[in-house]
């Protein structure tokens, strides 16, 4: 019978008084058909708001004909799936609105989203930042207040894409002490600036960066880049996303060439924007690595590096390729007793050159002990430690000084020795 008699009334106009008794029913399933109609008068809906049941009151705060005034009232209500209802509904008609029915609904409205944005309930204010983060027009107080929620779920969304947040409000989210993991949102935002970038790069927390890395449209400064770079080489999950940057500066190239895993080495070396001289020298460096691999594979099958460098020598293969590997892996001993070997020069001068750094001594040795001007450049670099902008001669050349020079320098070591 009652289905018969709401089946009367179900998608049909419905006269003021007969809405009326159907909303003082003592039936509940009654109440709650009449309150999901959207052809009422906003006296009986707002009658309905203040119904005993929780479910008509759902209802009535999910359904888009209710007044504002009620909807107000619904914000306050104790059940939290009213409120729930509410917040959906309301973020769902923001954007369908003109600025002139903004205009007319703009105070309560604004305060209804208000109390929502306060709520106690964390899956209230949940569903009113999902509603509200794509809406360019949502109020700017609520979507401050859900950008400064205690919980991450709350502020997450409007974090990541609320067209509202300008550029200040992130910036003093970032330097407060936001919720953990909210920077890593913010890292996530489409073209976030420099000024931004540069919070995150100084918050020195480790996920955050590492997001804005691997977003493409951060838009970084040369600078801070390269900064990141200088501080990557113990925090591998920015290896990647760095060298995947649209914008590498050469210096940024070549030092990270110096730490990145040998498979992401491959992919820095394929990068279009490099420059000749940056490709050439990751390629180097690439070398290097298999190089320095082959060395250790050696040294750890031939014993000590002295024992190693004098049987080679017997054995007529202590050649250049050999010392240069050696180099590469950074042996100091090998080299230095190959050296000794090679030249017919006691280990202790050849040790005291080495101990002073002595740019021409050190390639008066190399010439000595008849190695290629690559290799000798080598020493330089990984023996002697000698500053890169010191380093005498290039891989490709001869050597710098003349015979006499070279002479002079061994002899005046030897003396001194």
């Not at 955050?208 to 400064?221: D, Y």
Request: one cysteine or more; a negative charge.
């Amino acid at each position: 019978m009652f289905k018969g008699f709401m089946n009367k009334f179900r998608g049909k106009p419905i006269a003021y008084d007969e809405a009326r008794r159907l909303a003082n029913d003592k039936d509940v399933k009654v109440r709650l058909k009449l309150a999901k109609r959207e052809d009422l008068v906003p006296e009986i809906l707002y009658f309905l708001a203040e119904d005993t049941s929780p479910e008509v009151r759902r209802a009535i705060a999910k359904n888009i004909s209710t007044p504002r005034q009620a909807d107000l009232l619904l914000s306050r209500d104790d059940d939290d799936g009213v409120r729930f209802n509410l917040a959906e509904k309301i973020g769902q008609l923001i954007p369908g609105l003109n600025e002139a029915e903004l205009d007319k609904v703009h105070e309560l409205t604004h305060h209804v989203l208000d109390l929502l944005a306060k709520d106690q309930a964390t899956r209230v204010r949940r569903i009113l930042s999902e509603t509200l983060k794509d809406i360019a027009n949502a109020p700017p107080e609520v979507i401050r207040r859900l950008a400064r929620d205690v919980e991450l779920v709350v502020c997450a969304p409007v974090l990541e894409h609320s067209p509202v947040l300008s550029d200040e409000d992130l910036l003093e989210i970032i330097t407060s002490t936001p919720v953990l993991g909210a920077l890593s949102i913010i890292s996530k935002r489409k073209n976030i600036s420099e000024d931004i970038s540069d919070a995150i790069y100084f918050s020195e927390d480790i996920d955050a960066i590492g997001v804005m890395l691997g977003n493409k449209s951060a838009q970084i400064r040369e600078d801070t880049l390269d900064r990141i770079v200088e501080s990557a080489r113990d925090i591998e999950p920015w290896h990647k996303p760095l060298v995947g940057r649209p914008k590498l500066s050469r210096k940024a190239v070549l030092r990270l060439a110096e730490f990145v895993a040998d498979s992401l080495l491959d992919t820095l070396a394929l990068r279009a924007d490099l420059g000749d001289n940056a490709a050439e020298a990751v390629r180097e460096e690439f070398e290097r690595r298999m190089e320095a691999a082959e060395g250790t594979r050696t040294r750890e099958e031939g014993g000590p590096p002295e024992e190693r460098a004098k049987k080679l020598f017997k054995q007529g293969q202590l050649d250049d390729k050999v010392i240069r590997e050696a180099c590469h892996s950074g042996d100091g001993v090998f080299v230095k007793t190959a050296m000794a070997l090679r030249s017919g020069i006691s280990l202790s001068t050849i040790t005291k050159i080495f101990e002073l750094s002595s740019v021409k001594g050190v390639v008066a040795l190399c010439w000595k002990a008849e190695l290629s001007m690559q290799t000798a450049v080598l020493v330089q670099k990984r023996i002697a430690k000698i500053p890169p902008r010191e380093v005498q001669g290039s891989s490709d050349g001869e050597y710098p000084f003349t015979k006499d020079e070279m002479e002079w320098q061994l002899e005046f070591f030897q003396d001194s020795a």
